[in-house]
């Protein structure tokens, strides 16, 4: 992955910001229409619990074991930033553009990712228990033994998405379109639609010729609950 070595943004946005998020936010508060840039910034292992960056410019940023705990990423443009190993426990993430960031291990208990597009993301063993990602797009993003326990799938885009080994164990997937590689993964207690049960779950990788094939049968006998459109639960 393609990174820039530099900063490429606002100088005066990084020396502000390296000043604590409560002078940070109070400054957020009066200029409320200022978009932060901090393209390639190094927020490297920084406290930045609760601060404000809302339609922050943070692309390709290293915010590796960055505390971002509570903190307002919404409507961020965050392509290509390194957030391996960073806490955003409780971060309002929706609406955001996180293609290509790496999540890899990273804190995402109870984040909000409602419409986000995480395309090519890389959220391999992160914890995403009771994260909402309702609506979000997930193109093609890895998420090899992820937590996702709990979490809210509905409506999401699943498109060839590697979820090899991760636990989705009493997640809502109801309307997700699941193209997606679910060898060892947990379903026991999962709410999936069954018109879009569409994955082989026993394969390593999706095969394209049972996409179009809904096999709900595998699903049960995995342990998941299956709906119908009409919301009904299928017995």
Not at 2 to 30: A, D, M, S, T
Not at 118 to 138: F, G, M
Request: include cysteine; glycine fraction near 6%.
């Amino acid at each position: 992955m393609k990174r820039i070595k530099e900063f490429q943004g606002n100088p005066e946005h990084l020396i502000l910001l390296k000043e604590g998020v409560v002078i940070w936010n109070r400054w957020r508060n009066i200029l409320l229409t200022t978009e932060p840039d901090l393209r390639g910034a190094n927020l490297k292992g920084l406290d930045l619990q609760g601060i404000d960056l809302q339609g922050a410019k943070l692309t390709n940023a290293n915010c590796r074991r960055t505390n971002f705990k509570g903190a307002n990423l919404s409507h961020a443009s965050l392509t290509c930033s390194d957030f391996k190993k960073a806490n955003l426990k409780g971060a309002n993430l929706s609406y955001s553009d996180l293609c290509r960031v790496r999540f890899d291990r990273a804190n995402l208990t109870d984040v909000d990712l409602t419409q986000s597009t995480l395309e090519e993301a890389t959220l391999e063993t992160s914890n995403l228990t009771r994260a909402n990602l309702q609506k979000a797009y997930l193109k093609l993003s890895h998420m090899k033994y992820a937590n996702l326990r709990y979490a809210n799938l509905q409506y999401a885009k699943l498109h060839l998405t590697t979820l090899i080994g991760a636990d989705l164990r009493e997640a809502d997937l109801r309307f997700s379109s699941l193209y997606s590689s679910l060898h060892f993964t947990q379903l026991a207690g999962a709410k999936i639609t069954q018109q879009y049960c569409m994955s082989n779950i026993w394969s390593k990788e999706p095969e394209i010729s049972t996409w179009y094939q809904p096999n709900p049968t595998k699903y049960q006998k995995a342990g998941a609950i299956l709906f119908d459109q009409e919301g009904q639960r299928v017995l």
